[in-house]
């Protein structure tokens, strides 16, 4: 019969050690050659038997002092120079003859016992993160807000969850809901949700970066005479001056009056200029027109030719 280095095997340097150091090693040892993070590997599966084996000695006090008269028989100082066996096992074994010494039972007793402590010590292992996205309207993501969402959880049921959306959040910005994901597994964390904020583009604004677009609509003789008008942004309305001559696609920046930076600034509001032209006209109207046509010499199309 091989004797067997139960304190070499969990890397225990003295056998004058405490009840809890056994215990830390032993798990710090089961952790590292567990079956369940070795798949396949022969070696980590025989390694985690010696180690299981070793624990159950020495965890008992008076398995332990028996163990320690063997011990220092065999090993005593010259421990260091030794090199630890590999036990030789039947097939199907769990714990070798020399762990019979100790305690007794028959095979499928020690079997039984074994599979009890395997399936308690499997590694926690977290749930996997999930992901889905909502759209929102720009104003509600320039504002933030509480929102009430429903969604469908991976088990096919509808569940609703209270999020916050805080002001200014960024296109595409993830909203973090956490233990909200996929369950754990041997008692492991649930993974989280995620959940992305697609910002929806209005009629009105368009957001760029931290700039917000809009247009901004004259009539022909607003933009030859020039003149005041107010542009309406997301937050507040701006008295803007036209000057005369403006061109349609010339743009007017208002600083200051776009999205929020999260710095604490805000982008600029950006006015598209587009001159529109009355589609129904009194005849009042369009005699001016005639007239205005009769004694202009304007001609946009003069440099073209």
């Known amino acids: ?32 050659y567990h ?25 008992s006090s008076s398995s332990k002092r028996k163990y320690d008269r063997m011990w220092n028989t065999h090993i005593g100082n010259k421990r260091k120079k030794e090199e630890y066996e590999e036990s030789k096992r039947n097939q199907g074994s769990l714990f070798s ?25 499997k590694t926690p292992i977290k749930g996997e993160n999930i992901e889905t996205s909502i759209k929102i309207p720009i104003v509600e993501a320039f504002y933030g807000m509480n929102k009430r969402i429903s969604l469908r959880t991976v088990e ?14 960024r296109d595409n910005e993830k909203i973090r809901l956490i233990g909200q994901g996929k369950a754990g597994q041997n008692g492991g964390k649930s993974g989280d949700l ?31 005479l020039g003149t005041r008008v107010d542009v309406k942004g997301i937050d507040e309305t701006s008295s ?22 999260g710095k604490g600034g805000r982008g600029d509001l ?3 200029v587009k001159i529109m ?18 004694i202009s010499k304007f001609n946009p199309r003069r440099n073209l030719t």
Do not use: C, H
Not at 100 to 115: I, K, L, R, W, Y
Not at 156 to 169: E, R, W
Not at 277 to 294: H, N
């Open 156 to 169: 096919g049921s509808m569940k609703t969850f209270n999020i916050k959306v805080p002001a200014g959040i």
């Open 240 to 261: 803007v001056y036209i000057p005369e001559g403006i061109g349609s696609g010339e743009v007017l920046r208002i600083p200051s009056k776009g999205y929020k930076d």
């Open 194 to 224: 995620f959940i992305k904020i697609e910002i929806e583009q209005d009629k009105k604004l368009q957001l760029k970066g931290y700039d917000l677009y809009t247009n901004l609509y004259l009539t022909p003789w607003e933009a030859a």
């Open 97 to 121: 003859d020399f762990f019979n010494m100790f305690f007794g039972g028959t095979e499928q007793e020690v079997d039984t016992d074994n599979a009890n402590q395997k399936n308690k010590k």
């Open 270 to 272: 950006i006015a598209e």
């Open 1 to 32: 019969m091989i004797f067997k280095d139960y304190y070499k095997i969990l890397e225990l340097k003295t056998n004058k050690v405490t009840m809890e150091q056994i215990k830390i090693a032993y798990r710090e040892q089961a952790k590292k």
């Open 35 to 59: 079956p369940d993070v070795n798949v396949e590997n022969k070696f980590a599966e025989e390694r985690f038997k010696d180690i299981n084996e070793a624990y159950r000695v020495l965890s």
């Open 277 to 294: 032209v009355p589609q129904e006209m009194t005849d009042k109207e369009k005699d001016l027109y005639q007239e205005l046509k009769q």
